[in-house]
């Protein structure tokens, strides 16, 4: 997979860091899928109260070891491993890039117990996140500049569940000057549409953030 489109345009518009791709080992993997599986488990299980102690203990122990690595946006590898779920990012959801070209963009992934909204479906706040993610993938690979989101439109089609391989596909649909005008659909592995989102993306101009 190539570098990300446009990066040029980070020197022009509101400051942002120059993002280019991370080179991990396998650890940072397994890092990061400790801490998906630590999230699920934070909002699926009822520890006694001993085992709450003893467990923030621990994550008391791990913030302190980890404090010491803190680096500025743009230098930790969350969100820059093109090649791990989310991007290897905790705060996106867990899909891995299958397309990035001009033409669109592709993943695949599932939503975890950590993202349950209710009776088994996922929280329908996570399904804007997935979109405005896959969005700004989108008008990246489509090689358009430094862009905020100005609007999401979502209809959700159907319950979106847990635990369940979906697939994300979107593309750009027009250009008219600063703006690009984005749409997308989530759909099961049976080609059942579960959402579909159009959104507004606006170019920066120099100096805005």
Not at 24 to 53: H, I, M, N
Not at 98 to 108: I, P, W
Request: glycine share 10%; charged share 25%; hydrophobic share 35%.
């Amino acid at each position: 997979m190539t570098d990300i489109a446009g990066q040029d345009e980070y020197s022009r518009h509101g400051g942002f860091p120059k993002y280019t791709p991370a080179d991990v080992g396998p650890e940072y993997a397994r890092l990061l899928e400790g801490f998906r599986t630590l999230q699920d488990l934070a909002v699926s299980t009822a520890p006694t109260p001993e085992a709450t102690v003893e467990a923030a203990e621990r994550v008391e122990a791990l913030i302190e070891l980890l404090r010491p690595f803190q680096v500025r946006e743009g230098e930790a590898p969350a969100g820059r491993v093109l090649s791990l779920p989310g991007r290897g990012s905790l705060l996106m959801l867990p899909w891995t890039i299958e397309k990035f070209d001009a033409d669109g963009v592709r993943s695949r992934g599932v939503f975890r117990r950590f993202h349950l909204g209710g009776n088994g479906a996922a929280h329908g706040g996570t399904l804007p996140l997935l979109f405005d993610d896959t969005f700004g993938l989108i008008q990246h690979a489509y090689g358009r500049p430094i862009s905020r989101t100005a609007y999401l439109h979502i209809n959700y089609r159907k319950v979106t569940p847990l635990d369940t391989e979906l697939v994300i596909e979107g593309r750009v649909d027009k250009v008219e000057g600063r703006k690009t005008y984005i749409s997308a659909e989530l759909k099961d592995t049976e080609g059942n549409v579960l959402a579909d989102c159009d959104s507004l993306m606006v170019e920066l101009l120099p100096g805005q953030q």
